[in-house]
């Protein structure tokens, strides 16, 4: 799939992913330089929406019971540190 870059710097994103994805208008994105020289990473950025929904789901779990023990701070934040990559 070849997209082209507008004169604003704007590049549209292929309507095959754009489906496989699920994603929307507003849809935000992680921009960086890939390891090969030329290439670019882009990681799609949970919208607002999705993370009220797994904050709803979190505290739901921690209600019940599901966490005891557990350090939720660190497995968040490794969570995010797998995202990155």
Known sequence: MTTTLTGKNQVTVPVEITRELGLEAGARFDWSRGET???????????????????QELGRKMKAGHFKGRDLIAELIAERAEEML
């Open 37 to 55: 020289p030329g290439t670019i990473v882009i990681h799609v950025q949970p919208s607002i929406r999705q993370m009220l929904d797994r904050a």
